[in-house]
């Protein structure tokens, strides 16, 4: 760390300019044209800093996924009556991309990470290990993290045609009208009894 | 046409020619990357006969959308009775992305559109003229479109999640489960009586 230019080691703050300098390559340039050379300069620090605060180009990518993606706040949605889930899950998550600023950041995530296979594979064991897991330890442990999952389709789902692909007329109907028209696809593959039928003669 | 070489312009080879070029191209290097001349190069022919049969190259990545997403096969699901329409939209779909070359192909063209604004929206109004809006005709009038919307939306998650993701144990579910797990979703926003409740109270 000889060489660093003007921003301290030990200073929080260069943490922070050095995720905002990340976070901002990643989503204009994408995950395989972001360097930590690149990085490092937009920060205004040695590149050796950046592999000291984040380990690897994975590693900042990571980062830069927690510091986009609002893991903690979907998460605090779990807490609560499990009849409720569906609920509260689909409030908090149409909430979370409402919020402009927000719902473009985690566009262009999203978009990083789908560019880049190896990115791609960073955001699916990070939406594993921290949203379909926890999610899946709240319900019966048969076909738990299938159910998780299935939630998670109908969410990604919504993200994609309302937020990225902005289709009419769903992207513009109101927050809680959606989320009371999605609440019982998430209760019944949460909790639902016949989620998991094993025919196929279905419903 | 005067440069041509090799191929005859009337030969419905030609075209054939071109589009597997087109859809090979667009799948590998990207829509920003693919150029007519480059796609002529490779198809043994002169551009302004990529030009002549697909207009420009909006009209030739529209041509490779068509010819890799089998949209007319979907589309045959929406015949029948509707009280059944979600568990066949279900099974149609499933069955069309569980054909791995197939399925490769549909996900390289998505990643393509995905990575350049102006593919989106070439695949966005395709997606709209020839699968939302014929999907809407079959259903009550009003909210006909949002309701299309919403089944496309488990449907794309689905899609994300174990094909393109492919995420365990979604991945591996066997495909006459999951079609009965979506199907009364699908039926739901497309038939039923309560999507589109107009209270936040929901549930």
Redesign the interface.
Known sequence: MTEERGRRPGNPQTRDAIMEAAVGSFTAKGYAQTTIRGVARTAGVDPALVMHFFGSKDGLFASAIRQSMPIEGLAASFDGDLGDL??RLATRYLSLWDDPERGARMAAIL?AA??TPAA?DLL?ELM?QEL?RPLATLLEPEHA??RA??A???????A???YV?R?E??TS??T??L???????L???LTGA??????????
């Open positions: 569906g609920l978009h789908a560019a791609a699916k594993r379909v993290e299938s999952l299935l998670a389709t109908q969410l990604i789902g919504v994609m045609l309302r692909l289709m007329p769903l109907m109101p809680d009208q989320a009371a028209t999605i609440a019982p696809t209760q019944r593959y016949d989620s998991f039928a094993t025919t196929g003669e279905g419903r």
